[in-house]
């Protein structure tokens, strides 16, 4: 035993001489660093002997260490943040001001000696830097997870092909078109108008400006369900379908406009905006669109897809058609349970209050274009009146999808031997779809067929089914 201790007291003394050795030269700062970064991977136990344990041990108090609230972990971390998306990292002699830097935007982060965050300012291209309440409210709650999206945000908007005037162009042009979008938000705001009446039927939908690093972003679309949650209870905002505004380099040249176009907040006779023509002096060509982005692709008809490359006058790109009902089930699956989903299920188990469960059987159809869909992530435009046109669209498209995702569930098996009620949902083209099931007096199969009009759904049955209910009631 004691031969092993003084062996293993050996190997210790030559291990940390090759450590001062390989480090003499290298500032203490550097040295932090490193163990920084070697404590940010996730630890896991070693299975060995009592040592490896106080080894861990060792390492567990040094990083608790290191993730305490301190200057240096702060401004480490923000540097770390930068290369990660590709920007510079400046650090003020007093080691209190941290500056993120691009050639096309800077961010100020002021620090106190603790390393709390005193004040965030940032500065677009040749423009005054502006407090950013909501960067610094990330950093003071520790969120650098969602201050690095930011960070990757901003750099985006300066991705287009050029030099940095080319590049402030481009953030001209986005900074034009989100002025003209607030201009038509306001001519649909009333006094009394609430938020899920903006989000359901206002030109724009429900736009909330961009502030510092959060981009422009437009919530057009609230399920009835999420109406009834919100009346049920009032001050909490459910989350609607949304998209934000932004900018994108594109390999051909698109006529921008780099002032607004909205004259006056007029409108026309048709009740539309009435915009500027887009001249030379108010527009410039450039390697760029603006684009609606989602935070989640959306399963959209071919047809839908045709009235709105219509309507702008480009092609959305990268599209692979798939039937629109399976598309519907996939994304559904994936939101309510995140299951596999290879597995292509198509009858569900849907249990409502006070009536027999239902079982829905989606027939997904055949592959003809009319009944084929896409997952589409943005889409792409270059003047802002598209903008109204897209969202009637979308919402129209949306409120398809979430009727045919009611009938979809995590269930595909009976658990019970409850009564059942069965039903099959056969697509139609454009967004209508029939629903068979049996008849509830005579001994045969029935069947509704159903249209979304502008959010709207409308039901119509057969002759015979709908006087055998108006007897039965």
Known sequence: MERSGVVTATSTNALMEQLHLKYREKPWTE??????????KPLQRPAGTPSDSLLLSCMEKIQRTLNAKSLFSVVNRLESLSKQNGLSAHISPSGTACYITSTMFYIE???????KVMDVKLAHFEEAPVACDDLMQLLRMKNYDAFGKILEDLSNLYQ??????????GYLALRALEKDLYSMCLLDRTQDVNRVTEVLH???GHLVPRTGGTLTNIEFYISPYQVLDEELNPGSQVCGTKAVVTVEATDTLHKLPLSPLLVDSQTGKDGNPVFLPLTDELSMDLPAFFVLKFHQPIPMSSSSIEQIQSLTGIQITGLKLAPLYELIVQSTLQ???SEDLSTHKSCFFVSLPDCPKHCYFINWGSGKSDLAGTLVSKIPFSHPKCVPGIIEILRHQVAYNTLISSCVSE????EDESELLYFEVLPHKNTSFSVFFLHPVEDNLACGTCKIIDTVLLITLTRDLLLDLLLDS
């Open 160 to 169: 287009i092909p050029g030099n940095s005037e080319v590049k402030a162009k």
């Open 335 to 337: 939101e309510k349970c």
């Open 411 to 414: 269930k595909h098996i009976n």
């Open 109 to 115: 982060v002021q620090l106190e000696n603790d390393g």
């Open 31 to 40: 040295t932090l660093k490193l163990v920084h970064f070697c404590m940010d």
């Open 202 to 204: 206002g030109k724009v």
